[in-house]
Antibody, heavy 118, light 106 residues
């Protein structure tokens, strides 16, 4: 069955770099797009960026200067790196997927909580 | 960037009532709107795709309508499990989410 699972450190110091991994199963990264979406505590959802099935990437313009998304298809993993973290980057980070035949998010990971604090 | 405005922010209802949640886009987006439900401490769940298309496994009391800039998620006879936050998302130009509507018990 389709699964996505985020992993990474729960605590990051201000000004440091966040590194997260999304490990997928039940589908191919060369057929589906994988996205990162985050949610500050008690707030709404924010689209961060996308790894397309063909390896292309796109980013939220508000985060583009700090964000990088990459992948390892042999390991079924998509990676997020975001630098210069501040306290307002605290929140739950989700990976999710869509397909070029329909740009809606049909499966989501459980999310990983990231706290930015010294 | 396309901005989605959801209203109301909070809707207080009793079980059995039928409700409509609104999502308005800052420009025309055809039917490129999708709806999600998020329960407390859970990941979002897809309810409706492309404004009105149903999703397998989602109860039939959930329906969607609209095109252009105005969209509606309707819940026919709210059940206790429906109290949660609902988000709309557009895929017409990049991706953005609305701020959400919280459906709470009156």
């Amino acid at each position: 069955q389709v699964q996505l699972k985020e992993s990474g450190p729960g605590l990051v110091q201000p000004s440091q770099t966040l590194s997260l991994t999304c490990t997928v199963s039940g589908f191919s990264l060369t057929s589906y797009n994988v996205h990162w979406v985050r949610q500050p505590p008690g707030k709404g959802l924010e689209w961060m960026g996308r790894m397309r099935y063909n390896g292309d990437t796109s980013y939220n313009s508000a985060l583009k200067s700090r964000l990088s998304i990459s992948r390892d298809t042999s390991k079924n993993q998509v990676f997020l790196k975001m630098n210069s973290l501040q306290t307002d980057d605290t929140g739950t980070y989700y990976c999710t997927r869509d397909h070029d035949s329909g740009h809606y998010f049909d499966y989501w990971g459980q999310g990983v909580m990231v706290t930015v604090s010294s | 960037n396309i901005v989605l405005t959801q209203s109301p922010a909070t809707l207080s209802v009793t079980p059995g009532e039928s409700v409509s949640l609104s999502c308005r886009a800052s420009q025309s987006i055809s039917t490129s709107i999708h709806w999600y439900q998020q329960k407390s401490n859970e990941s979002p769940r897809l309810l409706i795709k492309y404004a009105s298309q149903s999703i397998s496994g989602i109860p039939s009391r959930f329906s969607g309508s609209g095109s252009g800039t105005d969209f509606t998620l309707s819940i026919n006879r709210v059940e206790s499990e429906d109290f949660s936050i609902y988000y709309c998302q557009q895929s017409y130009s990049s991706y953005t989410f609305g701020a959400g509507t919280k459906l709470e018990l009156k």
